[in-house]
């Protein structure tokens, strides 16, 4: 059974840093990208991050360049999102995000609440 599980969210303080997590299970993601969107309430899904199959090159959105960095471990079967330097419109749900060609896996979400 194919599974993303994201995990480290919360409720933080402007400023700190989190790092969240995301699993995976039922399939190897050394062939995939791997990707960080996330959707914030009344608004679409938008995309954070990703990381190359091959190579690890790395892409992100202008609203987080130099605060969020994505990573990878195939042993691990694990991408991770590091961010630092939280703002208040960092708040959104958090979604992992797997693709290869036509196959796309989700994972349910980490919320990441950022307020005083």
């Known amino acids: 059974q194919v599974q993303l599980v994201e995990s480290g969210g919360g409720l933080v303080q402007p400023g700190v840093s989190l790092r969240l997590s995301c699993a995976a299970s039922g399939f190897s993601i050394s062939a995939y990208a791997m990707n960080w969107f996330r959707q914030a309430p009344g608004k679409e899904r938008e995309f954070v991050a990703s990381i190359a199959s091959v190579g690890g090159s790395t892409k992100y959105a202008d609203s987080v360049k130099g605060r969020f960095t994505i990573s990878r471990d195939n042993a691990k079967n694990t991408v991770y999102l590091q961010m630092n330097s939280l703002k208040p419109e960092d708040t959104a749900a958090y979604y992992c995000?797997?693709?290869?060609?036509?196959?796309?896996?989700w994972g349910q979400g980490t919320q990441v609440t950022v307020s005083s």
């Open positions: 995000n797997a693709q290869k060609t036509t196959r796309s896996y």
